[in-house]
T-cell receptor, first 118, second 115 residues
Framework: GAGVSQSPSNKVTEKGKDVELRCDPI?????LYWYRQRLGQGLEFLIY????????KSGLPSDRFSAERTGESVSTLTIQRTQQEDSAVYLC????????????????FGPGTRLTVL | EDQVTQSPEALRLQEGESSSLNCSYT??????LFWYRQDPGKGPEFLFT???AGEEKEKERLKATLTKKESFLHITAPKPEDSATYLC????????????????FGKGTMLLVSP
């Protein structure tokens, strides 16, 4: 079946511009996650959606970052007034059940969006 | 705070030369430990989930094991196509009011298998 898809695959922008990154999760997965991966660093958790709600926004680095999910499907990560330190690969993942409930729910990742801020 | 340390950072093997990657973790109760493989320019690909000490899982040339403090990813007779970065992640039992905890990832081990 279809996996997690993300678009665009690459995005080059100028400092100060806004960018939108899109994620299409695996059909039927209730949970969706955004991560940031900087060169040489581990994956950094940004935000988690259970359905269309985001119970955990603690990982968002600043108020320039926001995300939404609609129809328990597509999610958009928006970065306003981009800075050079925002350059990274942004990864989206989805899972069947989510983080609550006492289980360890496997997350499946998309190919990522490589963001370069000049 | 949950911590995951992977070693070595990089490993170079000859084709057929078996070895192991290590993932040491510190969590307040383990819910699950995950292994992923990541090829350059791609997202992590799921390999295994381990839930409790003593558990083992195998897939082709890979075998993952788990103790109370660490996990090993054993690679038997590796081939060049096994070259990738291998990531380890843990999910702890929640200690917050939210009722859950997010995954904590290690920085990965970059494996290069030469023919």
């Amino acid at each position: 079946g279809a996996g997690v898809s993300q678009s665009p695959s690459n995005k080059v922008t100028e400092k100060g511009k806004d960018v939108e990154l899109r994620c299409d999760p695996i059909s039927g997965h209730t949970a969706l996650y955004w991560y940031r991966q900087r060169l040489g660093q581990g994956l950094e958790f940004l935000i988690y959606f259970q359905g269309n709600s985001a119970p955990d926004k603690s990982g968002l680095p600043s108020d320039r970052f926001s995300a939404e999910r609609t129809g328990e499907s597509v999610s958009t990560l928006t970065i306003q007034r981009t800075q050079q330190e925002d350059s990274a690969v942004y990864l989206c993942a989805s899972s069947l059940k989510g983080l609550a409930g006492g289980w360890a729910d496997t997350q499946y990742f998309g190919p990522g969006t490589r963001l370069t801020v000049l | 705070e949950d911590q995951v340390t992977q070693s070595p950072e990089a490993l170079r093997l000859q084709e057929g030369e078996s070895s192991s990657l290590n993932c040491s973790y510190t969590v307040s109760g383990l819910r699950g430990l995950f292994w992923y493989r990541q090829d350059p320019g791609k997202g992590p690909e799921f390999l295994f989930t381990l839930y409790s000490a003593g558990e083992e899982k195998e897939k082709e040339r890979l075998k993952a094991t788990l103790t109370k403090k660490e996990s090993f990813l054993h690679i038997t007779a590796p081939k060049p196509e096994d070259s990738a970065t291998y990531l380890c992640a843990v999910q702890a039992r929640s200690t917050s009011n939210s009722g859950y905890s997010t995954l904590t990832f290690g920085k990965g081990t970059m494996l290069l298998v030469s023919p």
